[in-house]
């Protein structure tokens, strides 16, 4: 039976470190941030507020693919952090040597927008934001994955996610 990969996507500021740790936890699965794998030049872009192009975006959503696939390898399922907001960037994740499933982390402009003039420490600017908005093409109906409001709480988010994945908890 092949590996998983929960992919939590949304824009930035929608939860989603908050509910793959969360689902990591459950799960008993490690956790990766997408953050992580970005190189320097795009942290640059991004904190000078600029957005990112897919030219950008193409190496550090291979780089996370390699690591679903290195995940996989290991006979490890895993949860992972990242943005996924256009479907070609979920494709190139679906590239991997893994089943890979998406949790989408849906929420409206005045939540998300909220959380993130209250957050500090990260490199994402607000301003960002609307682009995001711009780029996001949420999960059709043909890819694996489940749509989570995320105007709930965080355990209550995490609980939908695992029930509308079949997914029980460790």
């Not at 990766?32 to 030219?55: V, W």
């Not at 996924?84 to 590239?95: F, Q």
């Not at 420490?121 to 301003?127: E, I, K, S, T």
């Amino acid at each position: 039976m092949p590996t998983t990969c929960l992919v939590v996507m949304g824009v930035s500021g929608s939860g989603k470190t908050t509910i793959a740790g969360l689902l990591a936890r459950e799960l008993g699965w490690p956790m990766a941030e997408a953050d992580e794998f970005h190189p320097p030049a795009n942290i640059a872009k991004m904190s000078a507020g600029t957005p990112l192009t897919d030219a950008d975006r193409t190496p550090w959503l291979r780089a996370i693919r390699d690591w679903i696939s290195e995940r996989g390898a290991a006979g490890e399922n895993a949860v992972v952090t990242c943005s996924a907001l256009k479907r070609s960037y979920r494709d190139i994740l679906r590239e991997a040597d893994a089943r890979v499933r998406f949790v989408f982390l849906d929420g409206g402009t005045d939540t998300v927008g909220s959380r993130l003039a209250t957050r500090s420490g990260h490199f994402m600017p607000p301003a960002l934001l609307g682009s995001q908005y711009a780029d996001l093409e949420p999960l059709g109906d043909d890819e694996d994955g489940v749509t989570v409001d995320v105007t709930r709480p965080p355990e209550e988010v995490t609980a939908t996610a695992l029930i509308r994945l079949d997914l029980t908890p460790h």
